[in-house]
């Protein structure tokens, strides 16, 4: 099996993605890290979305076994909410979480499971170039509301990024009380109801 890999660095300072592989077991993924919209850094200038990502990273590159994903998910989660513990987040105010959105895929000799939260997609690519997505962006329906108020201030004249975001801030701080809830958006933030919200399921592997 070939397995090939990309990363670009967005606008932030740091990568906040992560590339998951584990050839011993198949397993094969990505997360995204979410950061706090407080500003948030370490002692080594990481912020909290870029401890999340590698959060999941680290535990599936270390894995000799699973026991299923979902199981795998909840390990992550109980690893992120114990590293916000750490940095004394406060659990009462959702603006100071990060996280991350993830999808995972492990690959059998049948088959193909797979786990996803946030905005992460899995596609299937088939022989005949069939492209079957496995996912759904579960946070467009609240980013559209961003980007609309975004480009309206571009048009008003306003350039800078901070200014933009200062615009969008009460529009952001709303999205995010919606994480892991019924009109909101799956994510992997140390919410005990974070595993509620996974995505999962298994496709076999005809061609």
Not at 29 to 58: C, M, Q, W
Not at 113 to 138: K, S
């Amino acid at each position: 099996m070939n397995v090939d890999q990309i990363t670009l660095k967005g606008v932030g300072e740091l990568n906040e993605d992560s590339i998951i592989i584990n050839n011993d077991i198949s397993v094969y993924g990505v997360a995204d890290g979410v950061s706090s919209l407080i500003p948030f850094k370490n002692k080594e200038g990481h912020t909290g979305g870029y401890i999340a990502s590698n959060e999941a990273r680290r535990y599936f590159e270390s894995l000799e076994a699973s026991n299923g994903l979902m199981d795998d998910l909840l390990k992550i989660n109980e690893g992120i909410r114990n590293k916000m513990k750490a940095y004394n987040i406060d659990f009462l105010k959702k603006e100071q979480f990060w996280g991350t959105a993830l999808a995972v895929i492990k690959v059998s000799d049948t088959g193909v499971d797979f786990v996803q939260t946030g905005d992460c997609m899995i596609l299937a690519v088939y022989q005949d170039n069939e492209v079957r997505p496995l996912t759904r962006l579960q946070v467009a329906h609240l980013e559209n509301t961003a980007i609309v108020k975004w480009k309206e201030l571009i048009r008003q004249g306003i350039e800078t990024r901070d200014d933009l975001m200062e615009n969008v801030r009460e529009i952001l701080l709303s999205n995010r009380t919606k994480s892991n809830t019924f009109n909101g958006y799956g994510v992997l933030n140390g919410e005990y109801q974070a595993l509620d919200y996974i995505e999962y399921g298994r496709i076999n592997r005809l061609d």
